[in-house]
């Protein structure tokens, strides 16, 4: 399931066109991108590749005459699993692909992966954030944003060590996102020795009144969401309807313009982590962010990360040499770090980042703030 925070700041979903002066004999490295062009995510799906395309014309753009151009190819896998498996592998078939960009949700995903595990092809993961996504044992796989369950963890160092959270409470709903953000939070609470649990509801019916009174019992002093906004944010006012006055944390689900539009008032003061870095504090991404925004307008997160699924790739194999997969794949999984758009990455040996990381905002008067990331990396000021 793709975060609908992840997903919010949303840009043009026009595609860009491949530089017309790159020459027929330039050397080069073919990259394909599989995601939604059709169907109910295909708005999301064609971010995602205005992303890619935008990367691919500003690298060629300022490419050196010794550097390979770059050609990508994109696919429509409709954002379900059968199409994700055909589609894969029709972006593998092709011997002159290096690597893919994909897909867009989960269940794509994850149906995709034995495909481009049998034709060793490097998969980049640019929105996915489920743990299973890399817990398969392949090899091949490398994640950009950070996993849940991570991300759970920075949320319990932040409730903990900045807001001095004692008795927080983790709450997620039985559906696929949350429950591993809230296993995180839940580990790294009890290990800074924090007595700490958990209240799990339903997310096909919702009672958010009873949800609210099985949270109270553990008389909370800061409340964790681990989920959605638009399948929990319901349970904010219940809670303060029942008379609830501690803090709210809240994963990057809730980095969402619904958070700060309909509930407003209940989620103020509210922080939430996002793998959405604040490019003001940025400064090594600062000149792709203004060519990226001069050329092609607003960058939002699903455009950064399909920019720097390209960018990574294209990084690669500047700095390695490698031209084919098997290159390319040793390459990600010894090399590192490779600057993208949206930060450095060095991968571990199932493709997360080895040093990952998450940004807090807060919410004020309506609005999102920066607040801090939650480990500095060179990436971003603060």
Known sequence: MIRSAFLSGLGSAAGATQLAAVLPFTASIRVALVAPQSGEAAALGKQLAHGAYAAVDELNRYRATFEPAVLLDVFDDHGT?????????????????????????????????????????PLIVPTVTD???????????????????????????????????????????????????????????????????????SYDRPNYADAADAVLLHHPDCVVLCGNVED??????????????????????????????TYAK????????????????????????????????????VNAYGYAGVQLIAAVTQFSGAQNRLALLRALQTGGPYATIVGSYTFGPYGDALV???????????????????????FMLK
């Open 81 to 121: 699993a059968a199409d994700a498996i055909v589609q894969a592998s029709f972006a593998t078939g092709n011997p002159t692909t290096i690597a893919v960009v994909g897909h867009l949700g989960v269940a794509p995903t994850y149906a995709a992966l034995q495909t481009y595990s049998n034709a060793n092809c």
């Open 266 to 301: 209940e989620a103020d003061g509210m922080v939430i982590s996002t793998n959405v870095p604040y490019y003001p504090l940025a400064p090594s991404a600062a000149q792709q962010v203004r060519d990226y925004q001069a050329s092609f307008g607003t960058l939002g997160p």
């Open 232 to 261: 929990m944010g319901p349970l904010l006012p219940a809670l303060l309807a029942k008379g609830y006055g501690g803090k709210f944390v809240a994963s990057q689900g809730f980095f969402d313009p619904l958070t700060a539009s």
């Open 356 to 378: 990952p990381n998450v940004y807090f905002y807060a919410v004020h008067d309506g609005k999102f703030t920066y607040e801090r990331q939650a480990r500095s990396t060179g």
């Open 131 to 201: 743990d299973s996504i890399t817990n398969q044992g392949y090899r091949n796989v490398f994640r950009l944003p950070t996993k849940d369950s991570t991300e759970g963890g920075f949320l319990a160092d932040y409730a903990i060590g900045t807001m001095g959270a004692k008795a927080p409470h983790a709450v997620a709903q039985d559906g696929d996102y949350g429950l591993s953000v809230a296993a995180g939070f839940i580990r790294r609470a009890s290990a800074l020795k924090l007595n700490v649990a958990g209240t799990k509801f």
